[in-house]
């Protein structure tokens, strides 16, 4: 463990001194890429000075055992009982600390809440979504930005689409993927039934072209007219987007938003998902499952979580999480689930690293 932290001091020693270097001062770039690194290594830096005055504090009262004294024998073991344990906890701290962190933890989002099964109270339900996530959103200091907002013939939204822009969102977010069912008895229930209805959410990471293998010159865009719900503008202008991935045929598209522009980002961000998906999943084929999604799968069939209102509970299947405190949750008070659900991560990850 000491060995494990004394490279990381070193390393960030070396940072240290590149920081007061002229030649990487002049380069911003390089400098913002420095920086960025060492700031990284603070909290490590920290545990090792730490963990060292631990290691002789100890050592110290193993000395004083030595004494002839009784009482003071007896001081030195209550302290050293005290260090032992000080220093376990660190121990276990961090080799948290040490779990490789998924880089695309920190990148904003895109962010769609789709209606699903259920009709009306299907949509119903997606606006709930939206207010519970806007509402976390906002307490996070995060900043969103709708994309398209399609209202349901009752209330509620069919689909909505917005990014969100922050501190680590994808690594907050990326446990919402999957579908969202809700227990409850309707607004248009007339019987006083309890009904089972369901939406589905993705969040995806926002991508540039250099994070995914893609080549510019390999993309076909297209621009068309827009079809569906959108009102007159949409249905005037091309301002839908087509993008081609010309060596794999993947295609994506957008007509979501209300300009080209928008559009050419939103395809543009599905078409790198869909090949940063396949890219990853050719390249975890040949290594240890382990490796792969420890929570979810994140794709729309999986039935993640389960609102029921009437006993007030929340229930997240993938951890066996059951909460009885939904009104809080549906006012943004999503905290303990998304801790949860990164504990459990964190979890999977250590034992992982033990096996390995």
């Keep these: 463990m000491i060995e494990k932290l004394e490279i990381i001091r070193d390393r960030y020693l070396n940072l240290e001194e590149q920081l007061s270097d002229p030649e990487v001062i002049n380069d911003m770039e390089r400098f913002m890429k420095v920086n960025k690194e060492y700031k990284s ?13 631990i290691l002789d504090n100890i050592a110290s009262s193993k000395e004083m055992l030595k004494d002839e004294d009784q009482d003071m024998r007896a001081m030195a073991q209550t302290e050293l009982n005290d260090l032992e344990g000080q220093l376990e906890e660190l121990e276990q701290k961090v080799k948290v600390m040490l ?15 789709r209606s699903g099964t259920g009709g009306d109270e299907a949509s119903i339900f997606a606006g709930d979504l939206y207010k519970m996530y806007t509402k976390y959103f906002e307490l996070q200091g995060w900043k969103t930005e709708i994309v398209t907002i399609n209202e349901g013939t009752v209330g509620g939204y069919s689909k909505i689409v917005m990014e969100v822009n922050g501190t680590d969102v994808y690594g907050r977010l990326k446990f919402e993927s999957g579908a969202h069912r809700v227990q409850r008895v309707p607004k248009t229930e007339s019987q006083g039934r309890v009904h089972t209805s369901a939406a589905t959410v993705v969040v995806m990471p926002k991508l540039e072209l250099e994070d995914v293998n893609i080549n510019k010159a390999d993309l076909k865009i297209d621009t068309f007219r827009a079809s569906g719900a959108g009102g007159q503008h949409v249905n005037k202008t091309e301002s839908a987007i087509r993008i081609t991935h010309l060596p794999t045929g993947v295609v994506a598209e957008s007509q979501d938003g209300r300009s080209q522009h928008k559009n050419r980002e939103i395809a543009m961000q599905r078409l790198f998902q869909k090949i940063q998906e396949a890219q990853r999943s050719e390249y975890e084929s040949g290594i240890a499952s382990a490796r792969k999604s420890l929570v979810g799968t994140g794709d729309r069939s999986d039935k993640i979580r389960t609102y029921n209102y009437p006993q007030n509970r929340v229930t997240d299947h993938r951890i066996n999480l059951t909460l009885y405190n939904l009104d809080k949750i549906m006012e943004g008070d999503l905290e303990p689930v998304v801790e949860a659900l990164q504990m459990h991560e964190t979890s999977e990850k250590l034992k992982g690293e033990e096996a390995g």
């Design 41 to 53: 290594l603070e909290d490590f830096v920290k545990a090792y000075y730490t963990y060292k005055d």
């Design 99 to 113: 779990i490789p962190k998924d880089p695309e933890d920190e990148r904003d989002v895109i962010f769609e809440i």
